[in-house]
C-alpha cells in the first residue's frame, strides 16, 4: 500500500546539520500521520519526531527537541527532518514511518522504510 525510502545521512562533524527526507509512493502523505525514529548500533529503536496528516500536530522527543525540525509536502509526498545541532549520541540508522490510525498522537505505525545512516563525529 505505501513504500517509504529515506535518504540524506551522512557523516557530518558535531555541530553540524543534516536534512532527510523520505519519500512516499502509493497513498499521499495527506492521508497518514508521519514519523521519524532511530536506532543506534546496540540499541533498540527510539522515536524521534512525528507530525499529523494535516501538519498541525508535531511530537518530538526530549533529546531533539529545538535541533530537529519535521515537515511534509502533501502534494510532493515527501517527509523530512531537518536536524541541526548534532551531536554523536544522534549517530543511528533514522527511520521514517507512516500511521494509517486517525488518532493523535498515533499509537502505532504501520509501514517503515529501510532507514538512511546519520554518522555525528566529535
Known amino acids: 500500500q505505501v513504500q517509504l525510502v529515506e535518504s540524506g545521512g551522512g557523516l557530518v562533524q558535531a555541530g553540524g546539520s543534516l536534512r532527510l527526507s523520505c519519500a512516499a509512493s502509493?497513498?499521499?502523505?495527506?492521508?497518514?500521520?508521519m514519523g521519524w525514529f532511530r536506532q543506534a548500533p546496540g540499541k533498540e529503536r527510539e522515536f524521534v519526531a512525528s507530525i499529523s496528516w494535516s501538519g498541525g500536530n508535531i511530537n518530538y522527543a526530549d533529546s531533539v527537541k529545538g535541533r530537529f525540525t519535521i515537515s511534509g509536502s502533501n502534494t510532493r509526498n515527501t517527509l523530512s527532518l531537518q536536524m541541526n545541532s548534532l551531536k554523536p549520541e544522534d549517530t543511528a540508522i533514522y527511520y521514517c514511518?507512516?500511521?494509517?490510525?486517525?488518532?493523535?498522537?498515533?499509537?502505532?505505525?504501520?509501514?517503515w522504510g529501510q532507514g538512511t545512516q546519520v554518522t555525528v563525529s566529535s
Open positions: 502509493g497513498r499521499t502523505f495527506s492521508s497518514y500521520h
Open positions: 514511518a507512516a500511521a494509517l490510525g486517525p488518532s493523535w498522537p498515533p499509537q502505532r505505525f504501520d509501514y
